[in-house]
């Protein structure tokens, strides 16, 4: 019994070190700098993700076809997969001139052993030998079905009119017949394509002739956040955007310009890319495998611990995602918070989260909220009738803040 346990909890430490050396995971189309999974049916998504233990391991994929709120569907793989649902990642190259070594797989789906043959939210997962889940990431695949008309304007409330964006949207669906729009639609409204800020379960406020209106005062209220704050690695050696200083060790550590907290923090205009980051190298030809790793070392200013709060550097790196990795810590005699983690080499949106006992994500007690900040709204249609087994998804808009409106 005393073998079992320890057997047991050897294999159970094996696959969190697994799951802690997996790194730069992205899903996205092939076209570039574009950062959604929310994509057309039958658009090829690739998935890629780099190993640092840099040997060879047997990974699968696996694709589940999820409900509106992301609960397994009623379909069959057969129902709504050509081929095989869990198969094998055979694309693995390794790292090529870089000091920390890794294996980079990746895999495009579509491919010839699996074609997805219906609309739907789908949840990927990755496999490694032991068929013990390492990472998942979301992707929704759409019909044109529908169009659908996205507004993004001030709150209007006059407690959050400095603070609160308000999403509006109309869903016209001229050759589709939905006859009970209440029980056979469902909507999701996502901010930045962070699956962490979304808003459900909305009702239609008018129904017109093949038209669905959506237009709430604060139910739909976001909070605006401010622009993310950037780094930019894409020379390992040499200082670049918002690299202050680079050591070189086991691996390079590059140190990013230190953030100062300002409780009466004012809205600058700062294009980015809503949190996004882009794998690059100026300094070899294929950032894929031979971009490399450096230690980055982020540093928060501020006179006084946040109270019952943890700070987390905070971005579309890591998922969106709180977790020990990420966490920082408070360093009294310099008043600084310190986190470090080892990034590919790319330009890097990020920011801070403070996560207090209610563990609740915020985004705003570190860098402010402001109705000006240039954010992008997601609208997703989900569509199931009376009878059917699954929900499709029939159309999706997207809509953008212009504070000039």
């Known amino acids: 019994m005393i073998k079992k346990i320890i057997f047991l909890f050897s294999l159970f430490t094996l696959c969190s070190l697994e799951a802690q050396n997996i790194k730069t995971i992205q899903l996205r189309p092939l076209q570039e700098n574009n950062f959604t999974s929310i994509v057309p049916l039958g658009t090829v998504l690739e998935l890629s993700f780099d190993d640092l ?27 709504f997969i050509d081929g095989f649902d869990q198969n094998y990642i055979n694309d693995a190259t390794n790292s090529f001139n870089t000091l920390q070594s890794y294996t980079h797989y990746s895999v495009r789906i579509p491919n010839i052993n699996t074609v997805i043959t219906k609309s739907g939210n789908y949840l990927l997962s990755v496999l490694n030998g032991y068929n013990e889940v390492v990472f998942t990431r979301k992707f929704v695949l759409y019909e044109n079905e529908t169009t659908v008309g996205v507004s993004v304007a001030r709150s209007r409330n006059t407690k959050t009119l400095n603070s609160q964006q308000t999403v509006q949207f109309i869903i016209n669906h001229p050759n589709l017949k939905i006859n009970n729009p209440g029980q056979e639609i469902n909507v999701a409204v996502i901010k930045n394509n962070n699956w962490n800020e979304k808003i459900t379960d909305l009702q239609p406020t008018f129904f017109k002739p093949n ?67 882009v794998v690059r190298t100026l300094e070899a030809q294929d950032s894929k495998t031979e971009s490399d790793y450096a230690m980055m070392h982020f540093s928060l200013l501020v006179d006084e611990p946040f ?17 020990e990795e990420n966490k920082m810590e408070y360093f009294p005699s310099e008043k600084t918070y310190k986190g470090s983690f080892l990034m590919k080499q790319g330009f890097y949106n990020y920011t801070y989260a403070t996560v207090g006992d209610d563990n609740i994500v915020n985004t705003n007690d570190v860098n402010g909220t402001f109705y000006e900040t240039e954010n992008e709204y997601t609208v997703l249609v989900y569509y199931k009738p009376f009878g059917s087994f699954y929900e499709r998804v029939i159309g999706v808009g997207t809509g953008f803040f212009n504070q000039n409106r």
Do not use: C
């Open 53 to 79: 233990d840099a040997d060879s391991k047997e990974y699968q994929y696996k694709i589940e076809h999820m409900t509106h709120d992301w609960k397994k569907s009623r379909l069959l793989s057969s129902q």
């Open 211 to 277: 038209q669905l209106v959506y237009t709430y005062t604060n139910k739909t209220n976001f909070w605006g956040g401010n622009e993310y704050l950037n780094f930019d690695s894409k020379f390992v050696r040499n200082k670049s955007l918002n690299i202050v200083q680079i050591e070189k060790k086991d691996v390079f550590h590059h140190y990013i310009y230190p953030f100062t907290y300002n409780k009466y923090r004012e809205y600058r205009y700062n294009p980015d890319i809503n949190g996004q980051f």
């Open 307 to 323: 109270k019952n709060k943890d700070i987390y550097i905070y971005g579309a790196f890591n998922n969106f995602s709180i977790s």
